[in-house]
């Protein structure tokens, strides 16, 4: 006789079976029990033959403790040798197998973890190369970030700009910054951009701020 015992969430699926040389007769066997309240007359607990053996798989509830017993037709009641436990019955000298589910933990299904995307290519905040423009003689802190914000934050970029549009960007900022020459800043900052500070140097002594 055994006990096959498969856990499917809150339940446990409890296969019984009485082996060929176990059973007291060939006649049928009822499986009863708690579960199914010791009807003698319910058909659907009968225990199916297979191959000499008798075989019925019940779907019990986890977290309790099932008592049972099989009933032969023509010799009567037996036990299962292979119970987790026995425990007296209401009639004096029987006792009755039991089925114990109590500490059977729930099969709890597979949870998917959401896979967090991982970004590949890290988020690169590109900083464009800036120069100190205060090494153009007539450009201050001030007008440095005017021009930076206005695309001109390098001596290469402040090289290749027209001296009219300097001065659009200086009028624009206000009456303090209009009042500034920008005239050779191109040319200094082709200097600088090349790396001609001697050069620099020689035309900035020529120059009055800037101009």
Known sequence: MALKKEVKGKY???????????APSTSNVILLGDFNNWQTNDSSFQMEKKGGSYVKS??????????FRYLSEDKGWFNDHAADAYVPSPYFGIDNGVVDLSAVPEKKKPVKKAVAKKTTAKKIVSKAKKDDLKKIEGIGPKIAAILTEKGYGTFSALSKASVKSLESILKAAGPRYSIHKPGSWPKQAKLAASGDWDKLKTLQNKLDGGK
């Open 12 to 22: 446990t699926l409890v296969t019984f079976t009485v082996a060929e040389n176990e």
């Open 58 to 67: 019940v779907k019990l509830e986890n977290g309790k403790s099932y008592e």
